[in-house]
């Protein structure tokens, strides 16, 4: 029996558990996947780490507010290891144990790529537009990139978009724009994500109908989403952030197990 865990405050919300207990079944393996609750201090998240595999665990995800604490503990001046895309992301939500040291991935952004594939979604040679700068943006820019998208950032405070655009510079070129611009200018794009942290806060995110979209996507899932109501009215296809999150756990299964998963053969509850 292998062990995971979820680490998170709060956790007892997290689907995590059940979609990693359904990907076991579609294979025959059994495995333990439980959330884990922790206070939100350093001390404490790497006093649960580093009790959970010193104690045998194989895996285990990070969720908020943790994923940047785990980028900490996993550098390399602190005795780990990061995957590219943890790097680039500044932030970790799955760990494992690789020769010895904590080793950290970030698969939120492979996890959105993925999605939007399996969407039928083409990404290359596509515009897309993202709006928002903060770490949810840092974590899906270079997987993106790879598709061979090209990206522009729309945020409210313009300074964080461009400071994104500075560091990114040598994976390519991310236009930038202020949310403001909207009240002037004409903007359309092939896809439209929302990286904000608006529709989990339920806080207003000003859009203009001056900013179109074939295809709507926000990140978050499970809440009625104002982002994408706007662009249903404008008749793009719209999606939520329910794939992504099948999509960042099966990497993570499968970097754990050295496992493909099949997801047509995953019993999923949405
Ligand atoms: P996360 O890690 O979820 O990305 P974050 O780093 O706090 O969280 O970033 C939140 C992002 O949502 C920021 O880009 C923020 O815009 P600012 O940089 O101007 O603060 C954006 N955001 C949050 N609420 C918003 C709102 N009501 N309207 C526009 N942008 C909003």
Redesign the pocket.
Known sequence: MQHFIVIGNPISHSKSPQIHHAFADSLGLAISYRRQFCPTDADSFRAVVEAFFCGGGVGANVTLPFKEIAFELCSPINGGALSSYAQSAKAVNTLALRDGKLYGDNTDGRGLVADLIAQKVDLQGKNIAI???????RGVILPLMEQGATLTLF???LL?ATNLKDEFAPHGMIGVQS?DALATGDFDYDVIIN????T??G????LSPNLKACVAYDMMYGKPSAFLAHFAKQGARTLDGYGMLIHQAKLAFEMWTGTQLDLDKVALEK
């Open positions: 709006i928002g700068a903060g770490g949810a943006t945020n409210r405070t964080k949310l990286a904000t942290s608006a989990t806060t806080q207003q995110l000003s």
